[in-house]
C-alpha cells in the first residue's frame, strides 16, 4: 500500500490553491452589479451619486453597470454618445472630483428621472465646471439602469 500523502506542506499547497482562486474572484465581486433595488427616490439619487464618484475615479466598470445598452447621452457639448463612447471617454477624463447638489428625483411605475447640478473641482478646490443634467432611468432585472442622460454647460457668469 502506498504512503498515505496528508503532509502539511500538501495542505499549504491547497490552502494556497484555494486562497488564489478567492483573492482573484474579488475584482469581479467587487464590480458586481447591484441587485435588488428598491423602486424610490432615494435610490435614484444614490445610484447618481455612485455615477459621480465612480466618475471621480475613471471607473468605467462602476459607471457601466448603471447605463442600460442602448444608453445615449446629450454630452454639455451638444454631441450625441452612445454607451460605448460614454464608457470608453472615462479614462481621458480631467481629474477632478464631482460634487453633486440640488438634486431631485421622481419614480413612476418602473421609470424615474434625476436632475442636479454636478461640479467638478480640482485638488486645489478649484471649480473647473459646473454642468446640469438629467438622467432618465428605468428599472430592470432588479436595478435602476440610465436610458438618456442629457448635460448643459453653466456659463461662467452663473458658476
Avoid at 432615494?42 to 451619486?49: G, M, P, S
Avoid at 448603471?66 to 464608457?87: C, I, M, N, P, Y
Wanted: charged residues 25%.
Amino acid at each position: 500500500m502506498p504512503p498515505r500523502r496528508d503532509s502539511c506542506d500538501d495542505l499549504k499547497v491547497k490552502t494556497l490553491a484555494i486562497l488564489s482562486v478567492f483573492f482573484f474572484s474579488l475584482p469581479a465581486l467587487a464590480s458586481a452589479c447591484p441587485k435588488n433595488q428598491p423602486k424610490t427616490e432615494a435610490t435614484l439619487i444614490d445610484a447618481e451619486n455612485t455615477w459621480a464618484d465612480a466618475l471621480s475615479r475613471k471607473d468605467a466598470d462602476a459607471v457601466a453597470c448603471l447605463l442600460s445598452d442602448e444608453f445615449e447621452d446629450a454630452d454639455a457639448d451638444g454631441s450625441l454618445k452612445t454607451r460605448a463612447e460614454t464608457l470608453a471617454h472615462i479614462p481621458l477624463r480631467k481629474p477632478g472630483t464631482n460634487h453633486l447638489s440640488e438634486m431631485r428625483a421622481h419614480v413612476e411605475g418602473d421609470f424615474g428621472f434625476t436632475r442636479g447640478l454636478a461640479t467638478l473641482v480640482d485638488a486645489s478646490g478649484k471649480v473647473i465646471a459646473r454642468v446640469r443634467f438629467t438622467d432618465v432611468f428605468a428599472y430592470r432585472d432588479g436595478r435602476w439602469q440610465a436610458l438618456a442622460g442629457h448635460e448643459s454647460l453653466l456659463s461662467q457668469a452663473s458658476r
